[in-house]
């Protein structure tokens, strides 16, 4: 585990727990920070991610454009109720097929009112010496959890953290590096937009997944 936890593990917590007590933590938070380091995941349940997933980049596309005004109101609904969310991305070029699509959502997340920022691989390498960084995001200073995903890159669990300094340290860092990111916008412009349709090699999991695992589907964060 990245030093950033100090060999803290936290709880694990089952996706039906975490996405309850996420739910229950965010309804009440000033500010969400979120750090996103993987490269490659898996998103079943999503519809624009299974059409990914098919090869069908353009039905991808039209999903995600789909969302649009359901995440203004969303990010409207945030924004009245006093929470601040933030994102910073972590982003290895070439890109991976997923992470061209994932960055075609976040740019459209970013538009409709949730800010996010990139950052390069290459501007981390000093401090990911022992261990990548870890898919984490904190509520104010009173939750932190870390993603937890099984060997397809689909969400397994989470863990939640309770230190209080813990929290507010890996708070920091997140500040810190979103303050040393670009825009989404700006690097999607350069880096994304022209790129041909993303095509998986392969497809990456079965058909009905969730169900399969017994997993509950996706919520938003």
Same mark, same amino acid.
């Given at each position: 585990?990245?030093?950033?936890?100090?060999?803290?593990?936290?709880?694990?917590?089952?996706?039906?727990?975490?996405?309850?007590?996420?739910?229950?933590?965010?309804?009440?938070?000033?500010e969400?920070?979120?750090?996103?380091?993987g490269?490659?995941?898996?998103e079943?349940?999503?519809?624009?991610?299974?059409a990914?997933?098919?090869?069908?980049?353009?039905?991808?596309?039209?999903?995600?454009?789909?969302?649009?005004?359901?995440?203004?109101?969303y990010h409207?609904?945030?924004?009245a109720?006093?929470?601040?969310?933030c994102?910073?991305?972590?982003?290895?070029?070439?890109l991976?097929?997923?992470?061209?699509?994932?960055?075609?959502?976040?740019?459209?997340?970013? /538009?409709? +009112?949730?800010? &996010?920022r990139?950052l390069?691989?290459d501007? $981390?390498?000093? @401090?990911?010496?022992?261990? =990548?960084?870890?898919?984490?995001?904190?509520?104010?200073?009173?939750?932190?959890?870390?993603?937890?995903?099984?060997?397809?890159?689909?969400?397994?669990?989470?863990?939640?953290?309770?230190?209080?300094?813990?929290?507010?340290?890996?708070?920091?860092f997140?500040?810190?590096?979103? /303050?040393? +990111?670009?825009p &989404?916008?700006?690097?999607?412009?350069?880096? $994304?937009?022209h @790129?041909?349709?993303?095509? =998986?090699?392969?497809?990456?999991?079965?058909?009905?997944?969730?169900?399969?695992?017994?997993?509950p589907g996706?919520?938003?964060?």
């Open positions: 585990m990245h030093d950033l936890l100090n060999g803290a593990t936290g709880r694990r917590m089952a996706l039906a727990e975490y996405y309850s007590d996420f739910e229950c933590n965010f309804a009440t938070a000033r969400f920070w979120k750090l996103e380091r490269q490659a995941f898996a079943p349940g999503d519809a624009s991610w299974e990914f997933d098919r090869g069908d980049w353009a039905e991808a596309i039209r999903l995600l454009e789909e969302r649009r005004a359901d995440l203004i109101a409207r609904e945030v924004a109720a006093g929470t601040q969310t994102r910073i991305r972590i982003v290895e070029l070439p991976t097929p997923y992470l061209q699509w994932e960055l075609n959502l976040l740019n459209i997340r970013d /538009e409709t +009112g949730g800010p &996010i990139v390069r691989a501007d $981390v390498r000093d @401090l990911e010496a022992r261990a =990548p960084l870890p898919e984490i995001y904190t509520m104010d200073e009173k939750v932190m959890y870390q993603a937890v995903y099984d060997e397809h890159g689909v969400l397994e669990s989470a863990r939640r953290f309770d230190d209080v300094d813990l929290i507010r340290r890996c708070r920091s997140i500040v810190d590096l979103y /303050e040393r +990111g670009e &989404i916008g700006d690097f999607f412009r350069r880096e $994304v937009s @790129l041909p349709p993303a095509r =998986p090699a392969h497809r990456s999991i079965a058909d009905g997944y969730l169900r399969i695992m017994g997993r996706p919520i938003r964060s």
